[in-house]
């Protein structure tokens, strides 16, 4: 993705050269920028960004900044803040890198973490509070539901992104809550879309439709807000409204009116003729991964209707990455500016028109030309991602089990350094001297991969297990990280509704370190950052239903028949006519010896006492 | 109440109550079996139901079919041109085809050795990732290259690559599918299935390269024959006769029958009337493989592992085409992935007499129980027994019985105890012996050791009397201890596998009236013939030539179960029924010492 940004920053300066400062200082603008993926997929990235000065907001003057969440950020004394809503998965082995770096993504369903201005930690726990609750309220989602349980305070794994002149970091608090469980889904787009200046009304937000967002094959919904102080002039808030999606071209292209995929009539299907057996009712159908052609109107249900008139006009609204020599066809008033990448297109669109984009198909290549030519044309090379990771867990069974992630070097030359961040729940207890990285295909464990690690236990029902571990990975190798848990067992009214599903546990976060960190710089901190799937973990459940008593039942027959038998085996049973007589009368004569001795011995005593004093 | 206790007290001191035992266990025997065959009665079993609503089977529209035909027609040529390919060179060609559809591929090798044999393969499967999931669930859809009977699966690897090109298509996936071919039916699916639980012995199975969610269930395609086909066969059976739940099973029967209009059988009734002796029939089939807990299928495997699995043959001469089982497996898929939680409502314990008639475990268990129970029951009479002044000859002479139970013998235990823990012990021999001989030497082997055990009793019972010269005591003893050991081992095996437990606790159920005939010789030839009738080399022969198989097929797969699946069933026969067996058998060729009786006597 980076050559996206440099890409855009190219074009920035070549447009731009009248006011380079507005760019900063440019109030409100959004991007769209579309790019073809492998196994006909199509990537689209949706950015809104606006500014308000620093000292208009603390004057609750709000102009493109939406008062509802700035209200709601002054209220809980909220420096910068990252939410994040996600779906899908990313797939890096088809796709590459991901878009902006991994940067404005999160793990399935919601994560927030946020620098809150407070004095001690009780007070930052408070204001978490407020903000969770506010921001559950205006994004309709159970943000509420981040309690101390889900908590944590990252210690390695994130930097503020924004510059926080004036404060100091006894008194910023960072705190990360995460609900992997979460279904994102249309009510969360709603709200989004209102915090827009033009309110998905006009501009690039026309085209975000919610069945066309969430059939897509993965989804991130991004909302960063973070103050940016340019080295001359002032401070200003910045809101960042990311949108990224990966569409399946195919399954988008059907009519909203007829969304199941029927199988077409025969004729229609795309076969592979070159085989012998081709016939009319026979077809090796061609390659999935052949291209297709989509229309902008097609893959989005509707078109894009004009530009959002508070935009900034230098910024072109929508850009298209494909090879410069792939012809696209556009709709009137829009005019197409190849940028001098070549892999890379903008469209500035008049104020009025309507953008229809029309990418045709590639014809196959003539007899005798290598096929491979077609790809190369076709899409622009995905970029290799620094690390692959993959997370799943190990073992079976109620008891314990164990989590193992293997991570993929890809580079032949350059080590990677990054921070592997796990958050569990409290009923998954770890057990830390488990924890080994070792590297495929050589024994033993290697010690030398860890070099850091921050680990804080969890507490039962109070707070779960946050753990950030600082690794390295030598160039083209894999590693397997590995820990054991064992699960615990939880009380009754613990459990959820539909409790033999199991229970989500968040994704891994992992941020690979920039080669020349230590810059206190925090953009420069994370050159790339990635997150597992989540993790499905079942527990103990208990289960009432007839097996369960059966066994129970039979269990407690064959303990008892043991408990007779044993009776048996070591006692004598004798009736009470056999054994000695007890009786009221047998007690009273057993009392009365008893007592008579007693009386006996005193009488002894007083006559000894006696017979001495006569002596005397 | 007291008057009732010591009434109770008096009556346990009654000697008739001592000859009450065997005609109590001889009850509980005959009570449960005639338990076990009431089941099939309509007022015993019940209807069977779908007890888990979210999985409304049936209830959607299933689109499989059309120009997928063509499709299936293709995929189909691919799969004949196969056919006397090498397992690599079928991956390689699979996984092209596999990767034309835009899944991602993964291969894993196994080798498994049994009896001196190889079991190699390798398997290959691709994960259809959920359009909108994350890698938490996943469902498998399996069909191995060839059979449990060997034959070649064409139609069903050819159907599953069709599905996996159709289900492509759909984004309404909850959950991942996996498609696994396997090469063949039972070591391919248990390698991929013990590697996905990272259960594998990492020198013999390699690990998988790709790995999604939990599994929420498989279905296995064995489609074989090339014609049209009526109806679909449905296997359960797991390994070490676990089931999978019921619900499952329910699931495939209505969208087969309610929707398809296919009808379904069950445990190779190919008719079925639905009147008691095919319902008994059809209980005891299901019976006798649940207790012999081998694999029976490529579904089978996964059982263990809580994966609910079953797999579908469609058989007979009928009009239904492949896009009709494809149909059905769309339609139960459709269900699986309607599944909020994992599979856990309906039952894991049942019989299953017809695909719509049930028993659950709390109407048959009883019977195992019962069987189990006399071997208890006999036990303890015989402990009893032995602790009272020589009962077992003078009983009748007693003039007064009160006086004399106060009186009770030391009872000799170190003997009788040594001898019921050599027993157990030497079951170990043949449990190693069977399963670690190589595969020539399996038929010689058992031959062999069927002779010796034959003699093996008159060589222990030799060994008793000459230098130990027991008692009549401690031949109760001996019988008392090993028959206590089988009634505990078997009630508690009922409530893992109740077949087993009860076929047997029937078989063993002779050892409850052995008893040494030290003067009635032909009485101890009659019981000894008797034994060996019913000793466990000769129950294998006689099941053997019954169902004509040969001795050395029927071992090499119980070695094979046992080294591949992890069978118990050989754990159960060899230290469980054989010890009891050997300590019966020297039982009856007793000879107790007659002084010690004469002195007691006297």
Known sequence: MRQYFLSFLLFLFASLSLCVSSVVAADYHEQLVLRPLPLSALLASFNFRSNTSLSEFEAHNFRFFPRSLGQILQHAGTRELHLRFSLGRWDAESWGARPWDGAREGGTGVELWAWLEADTDDEADKKWRTLTNALSGLFCASLNFIDGTRTTRPVMSFRPEGNHPNSTSTNTHLLYGVLPHEVVCTENLTPFLKLLPCKGKAGIATLLDGHKLFDASWQSMAIDVRPVCPADGECVLEIEQTIDMVLDIERSKRPRGNPIPRPPPGHELLCDTSKPYHADDTCFPADYNANHDWMLSQIFGKNMKGICPLTNPSVPPVCLQVPGSRSVYVSNGVLEKKNADGVSRCFEIQPDADLEMVLPRIDPPAEGEPAQSVEVQELVKPETPLLYAERSFTGHGQERGGVQTILRNPSPDSEVEFIYMETLPWFMRIYLHTIEARIDGQAGKQNNLIEEVYYRPALDRARGTQLEVRMRIPPASTVFLTYDFEKSILRYTEYPPDANRGFDVAAAVITILSPDTHKSDKRGFAAYTLRTTSLLCSLPTPDFSMPYNVIIFTSTAVALAFGGMFNILVRRFVAADEGPEVSISGLKQRLRSRLGKVFERLQQKTKEVKVQQKKD | ?602
């Open chain 2, 1 to 602: 109440m007291p008057r009732l206790l010591s009434g109770a007290l008096r009556l346990r001191r009654d000697p008739r109550i001592l000859k009450l035992p065997p005609y109590l266990s001889l009850l509980c025997i005959l009570v449960g079996v005639v338990w076990l065959f009431l089941l099939p009665r309509d007022e015993y079993s019940r209807r069977t139901y779908i007890s888990e609503n979210a999985l409304l089977p049936g209830q959607v529209h299933t689109y499989f079919g059309g120009s997928d035909q063509n499709v299936f027609r293709a995929y189909k040529h691919e799969v004949n041109a196969l056919v006397d390919k090498s397992n690599i060179e079928i991956n390689d060609r699979l996984e092209s085809i596999i990767k034309g559809l835009g899944l991602k591929v993964g291969r894993q090798n196994f080798t498994y050795h049994s009896a001196g044999q190889v079991h190699s393969g390798e398997n290959v499967y691709a994960i259809l990732q959920a359009p909108r999931g994350d890698a938490t669930e996943a469902i498998v859809l399996v069909a191995a290259w060839k059979n449990a009977k060997e034959e070649l699966n064409r139609n069903g690897v050819s159907l599953i690559l069709t599905l996996a090109r159709y289900f492509k298509r759909w984004s309404l996936w909850s959950k991942d599918i996996i498609f696994l071919v396997t090469p063949d039916s039972i070591a391919g699916p248990q390698a991929w299935v013990d590697a996905y639980h990272d259960a594998h012995d990492s020198a013999r199975v390699d690990s998988l390269p790709l790995k999604s969610g939990l599994l929420q269930g498989a279905i296995a395609v064995d489609y074989v024959q090339e014609h049209r086909f009526e109806s679909i066969h449905i296997v359960y059976d797991g390994v070490n006769g676990q089931l999978p739940n019921l619900d499952l099973i329910n699931s495939v029967v209505n969208i087969a029958g309610g929707q398809m209009g296919i009808s379904t059988t069950l445990q190779e009734m190919w008719r079925h009337d639905d009147k008691y002796p095919d319902r008994l029939r059809t209980m005891l089939r299901g019976m006798l493989k649940q207790g012999l807990g081998l694999a029976s299928g490529p579904h089978s495997s996964f059982i263990p592992y809580h994966v609910d699995a079953v797999t579908l043959q469609p058989f007979g001469e009928g009009w239904q085409d492949e896009m009709a089982m494809g149909r059905v497996v769309e339609g139960t898929f459709r269900s699986l992935n309607n599944l909020l939680e994992h599979l856990h409502q309906s039952f894991f314990f049942y019989l299953l007499m017809q695909r719509e008639r049930f028993v659950s475990i709390g109407t048959y268990l009883p019977s195992a129980m019962l069987v189990a129970a006399n071997f208890t029951i006999m036990a303890i009479a015989l402990w009893v027994k032995s602790g009272q002044p020589g009962a077992e000859v003078a009983e009748g002479q007693e003039a007064k019985p009160a006086e004399k139970s106060n009186l009770a013998v030391e009872r000799h235990l170190f003997l009788p105890l040594g001898v019921v823990t050599v027993c157990q012990f030497l079951g170990a021999l043949p449990l190693y012996l069977f399963n670690h001989a190589p595969e020539s030497m399996l038929t010689p082997a058992f031959f062999i050791f069927s002779s010796l055990n034959m003699a093996l009793p008159h060589l222990l019972s030799h060994l008793l009397t000459t230098y130990y010269a027991p008692s009549a005591q401690q031949y109760q003893l001996i019988k008392s201890f090993s028959l206590l050991l089988l009634g505990m081992f078997l009630s508690s095996l009922a409530t893992l596998n109740f077949s087993l437990a009860f076929l047997v606790g029937l078989l063993a159920s002779p050892l409850t009236f052995m008893q040494p005939w030290p003067r009635a010789p032909a009485m101890r030839t009659a019981c000894t013939i008797f034994l060996n009738a019913v000793a466990p080399t000769a129950v294998l022969v006689i099941g053997a030539t019954y169902w004509n198989l040969s001795v050395d097929t029927v071992l090499r797969e119980a070695a094979f179960a046992w080294d591949v699946c992890g069978t118990y069933t050989p754990v159960v026969v060899w230290c469980v029924w054989w010890p009891a067996w050997l300590a019966g058998s020297v039982t009856v060729l007793g000879r107790p010492d007659e002084r010690d009786i004469k002195a007691k006597t006297a």
